[in-house]
């Protein structure tokens, strides 16, 4: 009788795991694997390495809010105060940027848990996506940056995760 009890547990513990929603990724993670992919590019154009910045992260930490919130990918929001990558880099005290971009994108969500080979897989893709699309690339490579951050935010509903890149030069 005990192992007929083991086993229903077993099953019923199989059966429920299947339908857990996905929860975990580490940011920070994902965050530096973009980032070195990025310079690993601007190292092969001859450019200088892209530095972490609080305010830099903030206003794409913030966008990416903003873009999963709606559920809408796009480089401009509503709030005046927040319109443009550049108004959000102000917004968060970045006032002595004078040049900023942004890379903006979602993807799907595969995996309820993401471990370090999967975390590279993604990264790969969200820098693929954008190394496709001339405006993005642009930014990647554009000589006159020095800065970049990342923002990441995720949908839930539809499993999907929004990834922002904010560049700027002092």
Known sequence: ??????????????????????????RDELRHEITLLV???RKKKNRSQLRYNDTLKK???HHSDYVAKRDKLTHY???????????RVKAYGG??????????????????????????ALAKEAFDLWYKSPGHYKNMVFKD???ADIGIAIHYPKKRIYITQVFGEK
Do not use: H, W
């Open 1 to 26: 009788m005990r192992t007929v009890f083991i086993l229903l547990v077993s099953v019923f513990c199989l059966s429920a795991s299947s339908t857990v929603k996905f929860t975990a990724i580490n």
């Open 39 to 41: 310079n690993e590019l």
């Open 59 to 61: 206003a794409a930490q």
């Open 77 to 87: 929001e509503g709030y005046y105060k927040y319109r443009s990558p550049k108004d």
């Open 95 to 120: 006032t002595n940027f004078g040049t900023v971009g942004e890379n903006v994108l979602f993807t799907t969500l595969d995996y309820t848990t993401y471990d370090p080979a999967k975390i590279k």
């Open 145 to 147: 940056l020095s800065y």
